[in-house]
Every structure is written in structure tokens, then in C-alpha cells.
């Protein structure tokens, strides 16, 4: 611990140390800091000091929403209470705590005087001020700091997010030691440092470089051009790609046997923009160098323009020496353009980013007055918000001469702290950090008076919310701020907001061919169009896909489509090397509340694209209000899409990681239960459409199961045909999942076709198709539950469908089935209304005979026709209905007999007793069609009556 007392400016500071296994010393004295859960609670707190830290958010850090105990909110209590027992010793029994104060929910962490070695060692390594000599001092102490793993045995998916950053932040600085050693002349020193550093990180290639140019001055230029082939085979390998400009062109140096000289590099704080083997997994976002501040450990890129891949030795003046605003935005004028690099394959988007260009370009013009213009960039993760923006940076370069400053906000469950932020700026811009403010609003104040007056553009990438973003706000009309987020709204004054969607499939295609090359897509062009639409056309997936597939260049595009066709192992298909579309998500779902992760989980469970309200509502098992928040609050945090009022949509790939979330946290009967209270709701309301239509007709059990859901009030029937036109794929997805996995659903998927069927809730010939297979569908899975009668009932309900259009022949064969099973279940009401129904097909089809003994058969099992207990009862319910709701005109191309039945028998009863069989039947067998395609009845009514 004796480096944490080194840190201790003076009495009273608490020091920190999470630059290894975890330690604090207060006065002198090492605290307790308990087991390794509760180092992670102190790890947090002191992190976040002076904010709130909710339980739910500790909660989550610690265990993660999916894998923590019932006990844990309680848990992270006792760990604060024995933290403010270890930090406040003396504290009288039952006083107030100052050091850890209850507030809002959760716990804050006021103590001003604390030194954290990881704050210290990332100002340490952002400070570029001073000789070489004293950089290569400042940089040696720093990573000096080290002492092993950073928050050694500390669990949590918090502590492991941290670990990724700061070490990634270690290597960067490692880098620029090593440069700046090679700057230097130690050669010697760095090369076994480096030789290591591309072992333990073999995808950096300004590592490749450094160790090339410090073999090259040592003589060993051979040992030099093996280190290029070995990141040649490493890149191509891992990432499907060859080494930048930058190290081709040191390694041309090396062949001619020119003398390796420091080069510009063009990735942030000498990062290539490929991903660190080990760097943080980001969906949109693609540069791996990391200086840590505040809280998130922001991603902040610095271009530098010389130095052997790093430090650049700069004259020194006296401008350079002040600390004033003019002084620092000179450097970052002489730097070219603090930004990642641009995307080489950067793909469509040309309207969109003409508009950003645009509006960014009135700030220069003074057209926003004496406000700044902002642009916001939004869309789910990994749709290229983060690429977006960086290509429209850097075409405005000329147009902000004074710098371009990229931050990285990191939106998620733990998001940079914008005190922490700003004081990564403000070190960057040249302050000492001496004078750096303690206060948030003085930190901002003086962004701003740094930035007055001069034309600066600034990209805060995946920005949180508003209050994330307002504190690094420029506060003059000269500078632009460019802002990407997954929520769909951010409430920052005078911003315009631009909303990123997939590509188009002509768009995909194309950045496939880039990639994986155009030959290849131009040979195999459905197969390229088939990996676009796996992939939901996400810019992030075709990415992947296209990088796996240069990677493959002997695999054929359709082979590797198979690879993407089994939705069960989709995800883990699109990962690669740093890369994957699961990690993009979970970014999103990380930063959810508990009650929000849950709702995304069930949510996830229906394969309709979207959902209206109410189905959200049975889904989620609750009220239509609490829903509507919840779905809501998803779409803020850019896991769920609304296309429109009261509807919510998840692509593809969302909702099977939502699925995949839910196989793993949910239990099955849970999921199980979120389907039935779907089907629930929709066949409550296809009854409800049955009770308006027939108020006080409509039949009790047995013969439709009693309602669990009121179902949704429709003024008429057309309302009702309207709503469930619209959520036909809502009424699909159900009875198909329910079907599959809800042992207890066939009843209900029995009662709610056949609703369907009578009220003709079918609107189109593909719905009708829909509707047809549903109960085929059904019919095989009461087979599997041998369940005899609802098999019969579910092939009645096709064999309906199926005289309803004309095809009599397949209605026939199910009538004949069904009546097998009716007798086998030994149900009357199946035997009579399906007997009924044959007896109409075969007088349709002219065959009289067959049909008077058909109907001979079906009346021995009618009984009372008064009595709407009764087969004969239902039968006559069903008939009327059917009239009263059916469609008055039929959809092109199904020449329904509704209208039909309304002309020979307004009641209905031509469904029920022989002689409306007789009428109906001969009706239905002088159906024509007339020249212009209209249905005519040619005998049996006037001669062209049209009936469609």
C-alpha cells in the first residue's frame, strides 16, 4: 500500500487504489474494505462520488440484473453499512454518516478529498506538456502505478467493464512510453517492453510499428520485416483485412533500407482503428484507445501529427507555456483534426449526411443567430451512428479549423460521469491539473471561455441523455456539437435530430461486396441478398458478415448463408474478433432498470414485427398505462422502436437477443403465461365482437370456453376487421407460439379460429391462407394432445373457410375427417354442424342425392332447435352471426358466399335446416363469374344479379 500513500496530498484524503487488487488508506491508515462484493460497492461509490448511485444500479453492477439474488438490494445495504463502519470508525452509534450518505434512492459518496490512482494515472498520461524527457518521466511514473490486474478480484459485470477500459487505457499508454522512448533513442530498452506488448495485444498495430522502427535503428532490419509479416497474417486472419498505410509504408521504407522515420498516425491517441484484442466490444464504435475519467472511462481521441507513432516533440513557446484559452485551442489547431479515422468503405447514407453537413454548416454561417448548432444522431446499436458521424466530422474539417474534439460517452449501465469527462477535455485543451475545478459548473465554465470564439466541432458519441450531454456544451454560435445516442430524443436546446435506420438492401448488398469483395457478391447476387436480410440488414451484422467472409474467400456466399439460417445460434454467428452484435446490445440492455430489462425480455417473446398497446400490455401483465411507460422507456433507451403512436416494434436481431435473454432469466412457465394472456386478449375480443353483433345471443359454455380477458371494444364490425386485419401477423405469431409451447392453449386457439372464421375477420386471400393453415396447425396438434373433438372442430373451421371461397373439393375431405373424429369423441354438436355443412358442399357441387342423405344424418343429432344449448341451437348462433358480421364485399379474389347467404336468407337459417341447405346449395351451384370478372348466381337468382 505504500503507493497509496505516495498519492496523499495531505491529511485527510482518502487514497484509492484500483490499479490492482483494491485498497484505500485514509490518514495514513489502510481500511477494510471487506469481501470482494463490497470492495465493488466501494469501487462504485467513490467512482461516482457526489451523484447518486441507485441500489437498482449497484445491484446490476455487482451481479447483473439476470443473475442477482432476491436478497441482493438488501445485500449492497449491509455492504454500505460495514463501509461506513470501516471508513468512520468513531462515528456515535445512530449519527448520520458523512463519508456515505443516503439520498434519492440510493447512496452518494460527498467526500471531495480523494485521489484515485486510476484518475491520477489518467492525467498523467493525457498531459503532453514539457520536453520529451519530461513526458517519458511523467509516462514511466504512470504506468508505474500498476500493480497487476486493475480491481483484482472483484466480481460483477461492472468490475469487468472496468477492467476492459482501464486496461485497454494501459496499453495506450505503454504505446506512447514506448514511442517516446524510440523518440529518445533508447531503442535498446523498448524492444523486449514491445515484443511483449504485440504477444499480449497482437491487433495493435502501432505496437507493430514502434517495435519496427526500434529493430530497424538497433540494425536488425530483418527481425523488422518478420514483425511486418506477422501483423500481415494476424490482421488477415482476425479481422479479414491488411495493415494500414502508415505500416505499409514503414515496411517499404525497410525493403529500400531507408531509415524508419517517426510517421503521422492516424487513429486516436495512436490507436489504428481496428479493435483492441482486448479493447471494450462496441457496436457502433470502432476505435480502441481509451483515456479514463470520471466515472465511464470515456473514449477520447487525440490525432496526433508527428512523432514516431506518438509524442511529438514541439517547440517550445510561450503561448505553449500559457494556460489560457488562445494557448490551448492553438495546439489543438496545429494537431489535424482530433478525430478516429474515417471509414474507408464508409456506405450510403449520402442524403443523410448531406443534411447533417448542412446543418452543422449554418453554425459557421451564423444562420442559428447566437446559438450553436446541434446535430443529434439516433438509432438502435450497431445501425453506424458512430461511423455516421465520424465521416461527416472529418468532411468538415476546413469548416472548423480550430479543432475537432471526439468524445465517447458511453451509454450504458455505468455512463462517463461528465465531471470526469470534462476533466479529460480540459487536460487535453492544455489546463494544468493544478488548476483544474473540483466543481462540475466551473469545469464547464471554463470548456466554455476555452472555446469562445473560436470554430470547434465536437462529437459526443453515445450520449445517454441530456443531462449527460449539457455540461460539455461550447457556448458559442462558431462551434457545432454533433451528438449520437440510442434514445430517440435528447432535450438539448436548438437540436435538430436525425434518425438512423438499416440499410436499404441495395445499400447492404453493396457494403457486402466491399468487404468480402464484389466479384464474389456479383456471382452469387441472391445469396448476398439472403446474408443482408439474415444479418436485418443492421450495418454492424453485414460488417461482420462481410469481414468473416473475406476471411473465407474459398467459401461460397450461400454456403456461408446456411451457417446464418438456424435463429438459434444466429448472434453467435455475427461476432467478429472485437466485433459482435451481442455485444452492441447488451450495452443498451446493461443500462436498463430491472423492470425495464424485464419488459425487454418479454416483449421479445412474440414474433409479430410490431405490437399494438394492448397486446404490449397482456405481454408485460399489466395495465395499458404501466405498459405504455415501460415500452416507452425502452424506446428512449433505443431497445425498442415505436413506427407510431401505441405501437412498438424490435428488429430482428433484438428480439432474438431478447429471446435468448428470456430462455435464460424467464421461467418457462412465465414465458408460457405472457403467451396465454395474448391469446387471451385476442379471443376475448373476437367474442366481444360476437356479443355486439348478437347483444344477449350468444352462447354459455360448453360451447365456447368461458372469457379471461374483457378483449377490446369495437363500435362495429368493421372496426373489429379493421384491427384485426392490422394485427393479423399479432394473431398468427400467438396461435402458432401458443400452439408450440402452451400446453393448455388448443381450446382457446380452437374457440378464437373459429370466431375468426364465422365473423370473417379474414380480410385478404393471403390472410385467408393464413387462416387456413392456423387451423391445420391446429387440427395436428390436438391429434399430438389426442384431443379427438378439438380436432374435429378445427378442421371444421378449414373446411369452413374453404366453402367460403369455392374450393369445395378440400372442404369436403376435412368435413369427412372431421366427422371421423366427431364420432370417435362421440360429440354430437360436431357430428350435427359439421353433417350440416358437408350436406351444403355436396348440393354446391350438384350432387343432390349425397347431400339429402348427408343431411339426413346430421338431423339425427340436432335435438331441439328452441333450445340454444342444443347442436342444432349453436348451429343456428353460428349462422346468424356469420350474416350479421360478414363481410358485405367480399376482398378481390375470394368469391365469399356471405352476400350470397344475405340474398337467399337474410336469418341465416339456410345453414341449419334441410331446406336452407336445399336453397342456399342450389344458389351456390349456379355461381358464374360475368366478363369483367364480377361473381353472378346465373340460375337460381335473375340473371346477372351481381353478388361481389
Known amino acids: 500500500m505504500q503507493e497509496l500513500t505516495e498519492l496523499q496530498a495531505r491529511a485527510g484524503h482518502l487514497a484509492v487504489r484500483l490499479l490492482g487488487p483494491v485498497g484505500a488508506r485514509l490518514g495514513g491508515e489502510r481500511i477494510e474494505l471487506g469481501p470482494p462484493q463490497q470492495q465493488a460497492v466501494f469501487a462504485m461509490l467513490v467512482l461516482r462520488r457526489g451523484h447518486v448511485v441507485g441500489i437498482g444500479q449497484l445491484v446490476e453492477g455487482v451481479w447483473g440484473s439476470a443473475a442477482a439474488p432476491r436478497s441482493a438490494s438488501s445485500a449492497v445495504r449491509t455492504y454500505v453499512s460495514q463501509l461506513r463502519t470501516a471508513l468512520e470508525p468513531d462515528r456515535p452509534l445512530r449519527s448520520g454518516s458523512r463519508m456515505i450518505v443516503t439520498s434519492e434512492g440510493g447512496y452518494r459518496f460527498p467526500m471531495p478529498a480523494v485521489v484515485v490512482d486510476a484518475e491520477v494515472f489518467a492525467h498523467e498520461t493525457a498531459d503532453r506538456g514539457g520536453s520529451a524527457e519530461a513526458v517519458y518521466e511523467r509516462l514511466t511514473r504512470a504506468v508505474g502505478r500498476w500493480r497487476g490486474v486493475p480491481l483484482a478480484g472483484v466480481p460483477g459485470p461492472w468490475a469487468e467493464r472496468r477492467r476492459e477500459q482501464l486496461t485497454e487505457t494501459l496499453a495506450a499508454a505503454r504505446e506512447d512510453l514506448y514511442a517516446t522512448a524510440v523518440e529518445l533513442g533508447r531503442y535498446g530498452e523498448v524492444v523486449t517492453e514491445l515484443q511483449s506488448m504485440v504477444r499480449e495485444f497482437p491487433l495493435r498495430e502501432r505496437s507493430y510499428g514502434l517495435l519496427m522502427v526500434a529493430l530497424q535503428r538497433t540494425g536488425r532490419q530483418v527481425d523488422a520485416a518478420r514483425v511486418y509479416d506477422e501483423a500481415c497474417e494476424v490482421l488477415a486472419r482476425e479481422l479479414g483485412t491488411q495493415p494500414s498505410a502508415e505500416l505499409r509504408d514503414l515496411h517499404r ?212 441523455d441530456a443531462a449527460q450531454v449539457r455540461p460539455l456544451l461550447p457556448g458559442t454560435a462558431g462551434s457545432a456539437v454533433l451528438i449520437t445516442t440510442r434514445a430517440p430524443h435528447i432535450a438539448v436546446p436548438g437540436a435538430r435530430s436525425f434518425a438512423v435506420d438499416v440499410f436499404a438492401e441495395a445499400e447492404a448488398v453493396k457494403l457486402l461486396g466491399a468487404l468480402a469483395g464484389s466479384v464474389r457478391v456479383t456471382a452469387e447476387p441472391e445469396a448476398a441478398r439472403a446474408l443482408a436480410d439474415s444479418c436485418g440488414r443492421l450495418p454492424l451484422a453485414v460488417r461482420i458478415v462481410g469481414a468473416r467472409l473475406a476471411a473465407l474467400p474459398r467459401h461460397s456466399l450461400r454456403a456461408f448463408g446456411e451457417r446464418l439460417a438456424d435463429a438459434r445460434t444466429l448472434l453467435g454467428e455475427l461476432s467478429h474478433g472485437d466485433h459482435a452484435v451481442e455485444s452492441a446490445f447488451q450495452l443498451g440492455y446493461r443500462a436498463l432498470t430491472s423492470d425495464q430489462a424485464r419488459a425487454f425480455r418479454l416483449l421479445s417473446l412474440l414474433d409479430a414485427p410490431d405490437v399494438p398497446l394492448p397486446v404490449a400490455a397482456a405481454l408485460l401483465g399489466s395495465e395499458e398505462n404501466a405498459a405504455e411507460d415501460l415500452a416507452e422507456g425502452l424506446v428512449d433507451a433505443g431497445m425498442l422502436e415505436s413506427p407510431a403512436p401505441g405501437r412498438y416494434r424490435l428488429h430482428d436481431l433484438l428480439r432474438l437477443y431478447g429471446r435468448r435473454l428470456s430462455d435464460s432469466t424467464e421461467r418457462a412457465e412465465d414465458r408460457a403465461a405472457a403467451l396465454r394472456r395474448v391469446l387471451a386478449l385476442l379471443y376475448g375480443s373476437a367474442v366481444r365482437v360476437a356479443r355486439t353483433a348478437l347483444p344477449g345471443d350468444a352462447p354459455s359454455p360448453p360451447w365456447l370456453h368461458p372469457v379471461g380477458h374483457a378483449g377490446i371494444a369495437f363500435a362495429d364490425a368493421e372496426q373489429a376487421r379493421a384491427w384485426f386485419r392490422a394485427e393479423h401477423a399479432v394473431l398468427t405469431s400467438a396461435v402458432e407460439q401458443a400452439l408450440a409451447s402452451v400446453p393448455d392453449a388448443l381450446r382457446t386457439a380452437v374457440d378464437l379460429l373459429t370466431l375468426i372464421a364465422v365473423c370473417s375477420l379474414f380480410p385478404s386471400r393471403g390472410h385467408y391462407e393464413d387462416a387456413c393453415r392456423l387451423a391445420g396447425s391446429t387440427a395436428r396438434r390436438a391429434a399430438e394432445a389426442g384431443e379427438p373433438e378439438y380436432r374435429a372442430r378445427a378442421l371444421h373451421t378449414r373446411a369452413w373457410l374453404s366453402s367460403l371461397v369455392g374450393e369445395y373439393a378440400a372442404a369436403e375431405t376435412d368435413l369427412r375427417e372431421a366427422l371421423a373424429w366427431a364420432e370417435e369423441a362421440g360429440c354430437a354438436r360436431r357430428l350435427h354442424m359439421s353433417g350440416v355443412l358437408l350436406a351444403l358442399v355436396l348440393r354446391a357441387t350438384g350432387r343432390v342425392g349425397e347431400s339429402e342423405a348427408a343431411m339426413a344424418r346430421a338431423e339425427r343429432f340436432a335435438g331441439d332447435p328452441g333450445d340454444p344449448a342444443s347442436p342444432a341451437g349453436f348451429a343456428r348462433f353460428v349462422a346468424r352471426l356469420h350474416v350479421a358480421v360478414g363481410a358485405e364485399r367480399p376482398p378481390t379474389g375470394l368469391p365469399l358466399m356471405t352476400p350470397l347467404m344475405r340474398r337467399v336468407d337474410a336469418h341465416g337459417t339456410s345453414l341449419v335446416n334441410a331446406e336452407g341447405v336445399v336453397r342456399l346449395g342450389a344458389a351456390l351451384s349456379g355461381l358464374g363469374t360475368s366478363d369483367d370478372g364480377s361473381w353472378v348466381v346465373v340460375d337460381r337468382l335473375p340473371k346477372g344479379s351481381v353478388v361481389r
Open 253 to 464: 521504407g525497410l525493403r529500400t533500407g531507408r531509415r524508419a522515420e517517426p510517421l503521422a498516425w492516424t487513429g486516436g491517441a495512436g490507436a489504428r482503428p481496428v479493435p483492441s484484442s482486448r479493447g471494450v466490444a462496441s457496436g457502433d464504435r470502432r476505435w480502441g484507445t481509451s483515456v479514463v475519467g470520471g466515472e465511464a472511462g470515456p473514449h477520447l481521441s487525440v490525432r496526433r501529427s508527428a512523432g514516431a507513432f506518438g509524442h511529438q516533440r514541439r517547440p517550445s513557446t510561450g503561448a505553449d507555456r500559457r494556460t489560457g484559452a488562445r494557448a490551448a485551442v492553438g495546439g489543438v489547431r496545429r494537431a489535424a483534426a482530433p478525430l478516429p479515422s474515417d471509414i474507408g468503405d464508409f456506405t450510403g447514407r449520402s442524403r443523410l449526411v448531406g443534411e447533417i453537413r448542412d446543418h452543422l454548416l449554418q453554425a459557421r454561417s451564423g444562420q442559428h443567430g447566437p446559438a450553436m448548432a446541434v446535430a443529434t444522431v439516433t438509432g438502435i446499436g450497431g445501425v453506424g451512428k458512430t461511423a455516421l458521424a465520424v465521416h461527416v466530422a472529418h468532411g468538415l474539417r476546413a469548416a472548423f479549423p480550430d479543432g475537432q474534439l471526439y468524445v465517447g460517452l458511453r451509454a450504458g449501465a455505468a455512463p462517463a460521469d461528465p465531471a470526469g469527462v470534462l476533466a479529460d477535455l480540459l487536460s487535453m485543451l492544455g489546463t494544468p491539473p493544478d488548476r483544474l475545478p473540483l466543481d462540475l459548473e466551473e469545469r464547464a465554465a471554463l470548456l466554455r471561455t476555452l472555446l469562445a470564439d473560436r470554430r470547434v466541432l465536437l462529437v459526443l458519441d453515445d450520449a445517454r
